[in-house]
């Protein structure tokens, strides 16, 4: 079975300053696909980044960027010139390219406060 | 990327009593799932929605409790039936696939309270 864990349940930052947040996993499968998700208080689940496990390359998206360490089973996300919006619940999640079997499994995610 | 329409996005209801919750998505997906979300926790799938056959529930869900229909591929619902107040929670409907670039999306969400 696969797991994801994030070993940080709360960050606090200062708004413009650089953040990190880690996400290591395991799983016997070659062929998957990791995701970083935001949830702030109004619920909604946004996808901020997305890696597929056969690219080297680390996926970036304007501020957002990862460090995707597939032998160390390692997907953190880090965050540059933090802003106030980026106050969320962060949830990294994983899920195999099985079709029929490509359910999501979320870690347990990491609480971001950016500080004015 | 698709879009989720979920209702109702609260609800407050009786012990023993059940609450449907419906899921319209703006675009045909293949695959479609059913999460719960305890308040400052992370998300736990109940279940796969399998269009026109019965959904694939995850470890510790049964059928009888949360009964999922899926008549096409746009639409889904989620029943919790014969409620008590362990089942109040969020529960949200998630559709896509990871090798989309939009990966998956999420609907908004439904606080139930049961009293």
Do not use: H
Request: contains cysteine; glycine residues 6%; hydrophobic residues 30%.
């Amino acid at each position: 079975a696969q797991t994801v864990t994030q070993s940080q349940p709360e960050m606090s930052v200062q708004e413009a300053e650089t953040v990190t947040l880690s996400c290591t996993y395991d799983t016997s499968e070659s062929n998957y696909y990791l995701f970083w998700y935001k949830q702030p208080p109004s619920r909604q689940m946004i996808l901020v980044i997305r890696q597929e496990a056969y690219k080297q390359q680390n996926a970036t998206e304007n501020r957002f960027s990862v460090n995707f360490q597939k032998a160390a089973k390692s997907f953190s996300l880090k965050i540059s010139d933090s802003q106030l919006g980026d106050t969320a619940m962060y949830f990294c999640a994983f899920t195999v390219t099985n079709f029929g079997n490509e359910k999501l499994t979320f870690g347990t995610g990491t609480r971001l406060t950016i500080i004015p | 990327s698709a879009v989720i329409s979920q209702k109702p996005s609260r609800d407050i209801c009786q012990r023993g009593t059940s609450l449907t919750i419906q899921c319209q998505v703006d675009s045909q997906v293949t695959m479609m799932f059913w999460y719960r979300q305890q308040p400052g926790q992370s998300l736990t799938l109940i279940a796969t929605a399998n269009q026109g056959s019965e959904a694939t529930y995850e470890s510790g869900f049964v059928i009888d409790k949360f009964p999922i229909s899926r008549p096409n591929l746009t639409f889904s619902t989620l029943t919790v039936s014969n409620m008590s107040p362990e089942d109040s929670s969020i529960y949200l409907c998630s559709a896509g696939s990871p090798g989309q670039a939009y990966g998956y999306t999420f609907g908004s969400g439904t606080r139930l309270t049961v009293v």
